[in-house]
Nanobody, 123 residues
Framework: QVQLVESGGGSVQAGGSLRLSCAAS????????LAWFRQSVGKEREWVSY???????RYADSVKGRFTVSRDNAENTLYLQMNSLKLDDTAMYYC?????????????????WGQGTQVTVSS
């Protein structure tokens, strides 16, 4: 099992930037895919990005070109750099882990989740 702890959320004006962190502990060697999801009030959980164990990264169209995922293997930490933030980016952001192929944007296939960190973008 993998434990995930997100941090870095906060309030920012539209156009601003935030960097989220996801610290992983436990059986991290079993992780095939680490992903970011987000959920805003009244909406379903939405996939944002994933980082596969071999470094392959994919982004949802809604964040492509604005968000960047990176990983510090020594610290077992996944980052999400969010630039040019929009009002629609307001949500609770979650980190999730999945063992085994494939990496996917389907939240149901992820077995371990963090508690989330809130991002609020204002005008």
């Amino acid at each position: 099992q993998v434990q995930l702890v997100e941090s870095g959320g906060g309030s920012v004006q539209a156009g601003g930037s935030l960097r989220l962190s996801c610290a992983a502990s436990g059986t991290t060697s079993s992780v095939y895919c680490l992903a970011w999801f987000r959920q805003s009030v009244g909406k379903e959980r939405e996939w944002v990005s994933y980082d596969r164990f071999d470094g392959t990264v994919r982004y949802a169209d809604s964040v492509k070109g604005r968000f960047t995922v990176s990983r510090d293997n020594a610290e077992n930490t996944l980052y999400l750099q969010m630039n040019s933030l929009k009002l629609d980016d307001t949500a609770m952001y979650y980190c999730a882990a999945k063992g085994g192929w494939p990496c996917t944007g389907s939240a149901d296939l992820y077995t371990d989740w963090g508690q989330g960190t809130q991002v609020t973008v204002s005008s």
